[in-house]
Structures are given as C-alpha cells and as structure tokens.
C-alpha cells in the first residue's frame, strides 16, 4: 500500500509501531489489519516501509515501522481510504508462501 502513495525507497523505518487485528476468517482478517495500517498513517500522518507479522489463530500482531509524512520528500500521490472486499484473496500456494489480494480505495 505504501507504493500507492510513495516511493517505498525514501520512506525511513526511524518509528515502531504495533497493530493489531482480529477476524475468524483469513480475508477479513487482511482486511481489517490493512484498514489498521491505514488508520495508523491517517491518525500519526506517518508512512510505513517496514512490516513484521505474525498470525495465530485468527489474531494477527504487527510491527510496522515509519516515519511521519515529509510532503516536499515522500510527495504522496493520493489519501488511502480503505482496504474493500472487491477481489479479496488469501490463498496459500503449493511452495508454502502467500498471495494476499484487496482492492484499496483512494
């Protein structure tokens, strides 16, 4: 979601912050913690390059590391919205990893 806004290049993991969301369904669980990120970027008018996550059983903690926005740096393009339902994937593929999908409203 950050390339949306901005180069993911020139934002600087320098603030820690955690998230956390809680759903009993893998996609609506992706959906609540991407809509958890765009309310922490809205509420701090931070950017966030840097994520570490876990899940277990329909909770997911995350660490998401920023900085607050530097408009003449970061020249964000558009204001997240939020994370839909429209096209929502998650799906675990043969080799073990993920593809996690949603349309994110601008």
Do not use: Y
Not at 6 to 19: F, N
Not at 24 to 36: K, M, P, Q, T
Not at 78 to 86: D, I, P, Q, R, S
């Amino acid at each position: 979601m950050s390339a949306i806004v901005t180069d993911p290049e020139h934002i600087r993991a320098s603030e820690r912050v955690s998230i956390v969301a809680e759903a009993g369904d893998v996609e609506i669980l992706l959906v609540r913690w991407l809509n958890a990120i765009i309310l922490e970027m809205a509420a701090r008018s931070m950017l966030f390059g840097r994520f570490e996550v876990r899940v277990d059983d329909g909770r997911l903690d995350a660490t998401a590391w920023g900085e607050p926005v530097d408009v003449a740096r970061h020249e964000p393009t558009v204001e997240l919205k939020g994370a839909t339902l429209t096209e929502l994937r998650v799906v675990q593929g043969a080799d073990g990893g993920w593809l996690a999908q949603c349309i994110v409203d601008v």
